[in-house]
């Protein structure tokens, strides 16, 4: 509450200092008096706009917005790259997380091209019949499946997080006992922990995509024998068998 009251009282004090300085005959003068129709509608502009900063502004130190609704995702919502990033656009609005959100909608724009181009690999390759072909298509769909995955988790932590408390909390302006109030910003710190664990990994799978395109491309000729002595093959198999899940 003393927070809000400072606030308009600085902002009240900065209001009226300017009218009483554009309006002054003592400063600009501009007022109903001054000669000249310009000057008086540029007067009537100014109060106008006084009327509607003073409103406005004080009506949302006052009113504090309504919290937006947290609604948690899952497939049938997401189908493609756009949704995914269209769902971290939403929640731009949590400053907590910005950086983070830029840098999944990013890992989605890298690893969408990379995921288009293996395809075309293996159907100029082999047939889609072909068990090397569907080897490691399903591989590498497995592998990307984990990838969005991780970003749905990261959709819905960053959804659940709420940032006004948090910032209270950090601010101290919540009545609550030391020890809960540490428990609290500990939790909060694990959900911010939570979503850079899964940049982390998502990294991990765009890197070993790349890996995989590198080895392909070292390969004298493309054949179902050396596309299965591909050590990175198993390297992706082993991801998905042991992190195909990443939290809860």
Excluded: W
């Excluded at 009240?12 to 300017?18: I, K, P, V």
């Excluded at 129709?37 to 009113?63: D, E, Q, S």
């Excluded at 911010?192 to 991990?204: A, F, H, K, P, T």
């Amino acid at each position: 509450m003393k927070r809000k009251l400072f606030k308009l009282l600085v902002f009240n004090l900065l209001l009226s200092g300017a009218c009483i300085f554009i309006i002054s005959d003592g400063f600009l003068g501009v007022n109903m008096s001054a000669p000249g129709i310009g000057t008086k509608l540029i007067f009537l502009l100014v109060v106008l706009a006084a009327i509607l900063l003073f409103i406005t502004v004080n009506y949302r130190i006052l009113v504090p917005p309504k919290p937006k609704k947290v609604k948690l995702v899952d497939g049938e919502e997401l189908k493609s790259p756009k949704d995914y990033i269209r769902s971290l656009q939403s929640l731009l609005y949590k400053k907590e997380f910005a950086n983070y959100i830029s840098v999944l909608i990013g890992q989605i724009n890298r690893i969408s091209p990379k995921q288009a181009s293996l395809g075309v690999i293996l159907e100029q390759n082999f047939e889609k019949t072909e068990l090397t072909y569907i080897k490691f298509t399903t591989t590498i769909n497995e592998v990307v499946g984990l990838f969005y995955e991780n970003i749905k988790k990261a959709i819905n932590r960053i959804g659940v997080f709420d940032e006004e408390e948090y910032h209270k909390l950090l601010r101290n302006e919540l009545a609550l006992p030391e020890d809960s109030k540490q428990l609290k910003i500990q939790i909060y710190g694990e959900h911010l922990s939570y979503v850079d664990g899964i940049i982390r990994q998502n990294e991990v799978i765009i890197t070993l995509l790349d890996n995989l395109m590198l080895e392909i491309s070292k390969l004298d000729g493309i054949n179902g024998q050396s596309m299965e002595n591909l050590q990175i093959l198993a390297e992706m198999k082993e991801l998905i068998k042991n992190t195909k899940y990443y939290g809860n």
